[in-house]
């Protein structure tokens, strides 16, 4: 769409009245969603969203615009708005000589779901639908999710540089609510990512359903979690949901160099155990987060943060890259052409280790043994954090114990990260949506089994009374 126009006049008119970089990005969105609730079809939608953004970049600020208006007159005219705001050093003239960028990932869908009718689509959430109702008879209430998105996007600046991708995302999901004793309780199973078709391969319909069956039942029978300080096994399924949070977002350069984190000028520094490597990988084929360029038409790559515990780079977007000198890293992102690309993860994890995972559990005595991490909260500044717990199980003298529910996780990132003292060779991942200045962005996060040796788990129950011994 973009080269079908004259971006040399459109760049331009947005740089005439100052500016040094102007960017423009095409976006056109293909949704489709089904969703079954308590066995019946609820609701199906269907859209299609497209438009451009226009970006200038003056000095170290930018101004941002967008429209629906695809056509020249329509970037003229939001270019001639942009220019209004600039103040700055006149940008260089001449004509503009567009090379495309050379992408260093590519993925290729497999099976794919555009093809295929509303019916088989309905098929596949009445399938999650019947094995949720099948699974418990404690079960009052299932809903369950399809929803398949193809997104294409050109890049073009005014250095010359042009990008295109095209990205198919599959998300499914299943959520029941059951009720027993009096109690009620909510699971929920999700997966998903950069894939067509085969994501049900992998992952039936039924077997999505029946993974929040499963955790339905663990919670209804589960006891009041522990509270105090103690050793936490957080398992790989748990998926990387504390290194996103508690480190990731302190490593993105927007906050990192601009005194909004507690990594900000540790270059260099040991900031972990020498167990833990960190990485921002958005090459991983099939991964929610990955790409072969990003929003600003970088191209897609592994970066590794942290190395051994030693603080190497941190992820940035070509603000940042042109603010603070940091190299861009292909994490410019936005959640569509509305929106300003800023600095967020793709696919990060910690690499594994040499622990097997059923030693690192074999050999803790006393503790929580975490599944499945929920929601939280994070103070980038100080790298405070507290994490809910959705499945934890009490650890008694090296075996998983009675599962317990309530528990949260509290600690400082930077801190827990120095004092894990084992590291598996699993290594498990989980799809979600990011949420940073008011937009989303898919991501994965990942992480093998990892012992912390002492964290504040918060509890209802003394920790005397499932370990006498301890105070």
């Given at each position: 769409m973009l080269t079908a126009l004259n971006l040399d006049q459109v760049f331009k008119r947005a740089l005439q009245n100052g500016g040094e970089f102007a960017e423009a990005f095409y976006e056109n969105t293909t949704s489709n969603q089904l969703f079954y609730e308590d066995r019946r079809l609820d609701r199906i939608s269907s859209g299609i969203d497209s438009g451009v953004g226009l970006r200038v970049i003056y000095g170290t600020q930018s101004v941002y615009g967008y429209t629906t208006e695809?056509?020249?007159?329509?970037?003229?005219?939001?270019a001639e708005t942009l220019s209004k705001v600039v103040a700055g050093k006149l940008a260089g003239g001449g004509a503009i000589a567009f090379t495309k960028v050379k992408p260093s990932f590519s993925y290729k869908i497999e099976k794919d779901p555009m093809g295929l009718t509303l019916k088989q689509k309905l098929g596949y959430v009445d399938r999650a639908n019947g094995a949720a109702w099948k699974a418990s008879k404690d079960i009052k209430q299932v809903t369950a999710g399809y929803v398949e998105t193809l997104r294409k996007i050109e890049i073009a600046n005014s250095l010359g540089q042009l990008a295109t991708d095209e990205k198919q995302y599959l998300t499914f999901y299943t959520e029941v609510v059951g009720e027993r004793d009096g109690q009620t309780q909510t699971s929920y199973e999700v997966q998903g990512g950069f894939s067509g078709l085969e994501l049900f391969d992998e992952h039936s319909p039924e077997s999505i359903a029946g993974e929040a069956a499963r955790r339905l039942d663990v919670l209804l029978s589960a006891k009041p979690a522990p509270s105090g300080t103690m050793p936490v096994v957080l398992a790989a399924e748990a998926g990387g949901t504390m290194v996103h949070e508690a480190v990731g977002h302190g490593l993105e350069a927007d906050l990192a160099c601009n005194g909004l984190s507690v990594y900000g000028n540790k270059l260099g520094e040991q900031v972990a155990s020498p167990l833990i490597t960190i990485v921002d990988d958005g090459t991983i084929p099939a991964k929610r987060g990955s790409f072969s360029v990003d929003d600003e038409g970088t191209a897609s790559r592994k970066n590794v943060l942290i190395d051994k515990g030693i603080l190497k780079a941190y992820m940035a977007d070509r603000l940042s890259h042109i603010k603070f000198g940091v190299p861009l890293t292909g994490n410019g992102r936005r959640e569509s052409y509305r929106h300003k690309p800023i600095v967020r993860m793709t696919n990060t994890y910690i690499e594994r280790g040499r622990d097997r995972p059923e030693d690192i559990l074999g050999n803790t005595k006393m503790g929580l043994y975490v599944k499945s991490m929920g929601g939280g909260q994070v103070n980038t500044v100080t790298g405070d954090f507290v994490f809910a717990v959705t499945e934890g199980y009490l650890i008694i003298d090296g075996e998983m114990g009675p599962p317990v529910k309530g528990a949260t996780l509290t600690g400082n990132g930077p801190d827990i990260m120095r004092r894990v003292d084992r590291v598996g060779t699993d290594l498990g991942y989980a799809m979600g949506t990011c949420g940073k200045d008011g937009q989303g962005a898919p991501v994965t996060d990942a992480q093998p089994t990892i012992r912390i040796?002492?964290?504040?788990?918060?509890?209802?129950?003394?920790?005397?009374?499932?370990?006498?011994?301890?105070?």
């Open positions: 695809l056509t020249q007159a329509g970037l003229l005219e939001l040796p002492e964290i504040t788990v918060g509890g209802e129950t003394p920790l005397s009374t499932y370990w006498p011994s301890a105070k």
